[in-house]
């Protein structure tokens, strides 16, 4: 079960599940955009990343945020922004039946799944 989650109009993301699909790779996307990041879900993806992991701070979103914000950022408030404003979620977060890999790397999700 692979379940791919992100936002589907993201440049990386279309690249991502391009990849997916030249390599007959099956999947179920989550997108944010319908269906939300809520905060248990975001809770339970620090099982494996960390959340500073999981933010992303080089989109414009993250941007648009004070600087006050950015300055004084914890886990609480990242995973509350990231609930509330899910383009905060560095994409793609690919779970290989449990097994997360945050952000597109070719050779690596082909090592993750077994592709040669």
Known sequence: MIT???IKNCDT?????????????SY???????????????????KQLDWTELLNRRGTTWRKISTDVQAT??????????????????RPI???????????DP???AKALQIQ
């Open 94 to 104: 690919l779970d290989i039946s449990g097994k997360l890999l945050c952000g597109f």
């Open 107 to 109: 050779e690596i999700w």
């Open 4 to 6: 791919v989650y992100g």
């Open 13 to 25: 993301m279309k690249r991502a599940l391009k990849w997916l699909d030249e390599n007959g790779i």
């Open 28 to 46: 179920d996307l989550h997108d944010y955009k319908k269906s939300g990041a809520p905060a248990t879900l975001i809770k339970s993806w620090e």
């Open 73 to 90: 950022i914890t886990r609480e408030k990242a995973i509350q922004l990231m609930s509330d404003q899910p383009s905060l979620i560095k």
